[in-house]
């Protein structure tokens, strides 16, 4: 277990409220990232952080921001939910930076239905 | 536009029997092509890697072979066993920081 938990696994939420993802790493890595998993698109990166403070976006950012203020906790906010926003989000973490290949550690998704 | 591709969506293997997964790519550019499998209710778990510049990378039952000039590549596990029965995505590292998924390939098993 690598330590890395999303709350809450489960929400169902209505168009236009608020919808804030919590990501809770143990494992102190730099790197953190939000995906998002729809049928037939694979995994898309929404946003990820490598480090304090410091965020960027992927490629489907549009709609969604983030925050990192500690180490241990991302944070993926949907200002104002809508339904293509309905997806199972993906938190991972990293120690990427050095050579070889980005392995990345996932938690076991979020599940969010905006009606 | 898909930079991997996974074309097809599912495969049924029998018990004891080899499972081929492949994976087809665009950009040459690519480090490092991973593989992950996925159970439902679960995230993605790292499977095996193969850096650009090998042909092949084994790990147990699970061998990956590179093929560059086709831009193609496989996961082959022998022999596969029910708990092998998940999704497998393909993924590739365009950066030390980005990967590139395939839209996953659901394999079974069958006993």
């Known amino acids: 277990d690598a330590g890395i938990t999303q709350s809450p696994r489960h929400k169902v939420t209505e168009t236009g409220t608020p919808v804030t993802l919590r990501c809770h790493q143990t494992?102190?890595?730099?790197?953190m990232y939000w995906y998002r998993q729809d049928p037939g698109h694979g995994l898309r990166l929404i946003h990820y952080?490598?480090?304090?403070?410091?965020?960027d976006k992927g490629e489907v950012s549009d709609g969604y921001s983030v925050s990192r203020s500690k180490t241990e906790d991302f944070l993926l906010t949907l200002e104002s939910a809508t339904s293509s926003q309905t997806s199972v989000y993906f938190c991972?973490?990293?120690?990427?930076?050095?050579?070889?290949?980005?392995?990345?550690?996932f938690g076991a998704g979020s599940r969010l239905t905006v009606l | 536009d898909q930079q991997v591709k996974q074309n097809s969506p599912s495969l049924s293997v029998q018990e004891g029997r080899i499972s081929i997964l492949n994976c087809d790519y665009t950009?040459?550019?690519?480090?490092?092509f991973l593989w992950y499998k996925k159970y439902p209710a679960e995230g993605p778990t790292f499977l095996i890697s193969?850096?650009?510049i090998k042909d092949k990378n084994e790990d147990g039952r699970f061998t990956v072979f590179l093929n560059k000039s086709a831009k193609h590549l496989s996961l082959h596990i022998v022999p596969s066993q029910p708990g092998d029965s998940a999704v497998y995505f393909c993924?590739?590292?365009?950066?030390?920081?980005?990967?590139?998924w395939g839209a996953g390939t659901k394999l079974i098993i069958k006993p």
């Open positions: 993924a590739a590292m365009v950066s030390n920081y980005q990967l590139i």
């Open positions: 991972a973490i990293s120690e990427s930076g050095s050579t070889g290949a980005n392995v990345l550690t």
């Open positions: 950009n040459s550019m690519f480090d490092y």
């Open positions: 494992e102190n890595h730099r790197y």
């Open positions: 952080s490598y480090g304090v403070k410091d965020t």
């Open positions: 193969i850096s650009s």
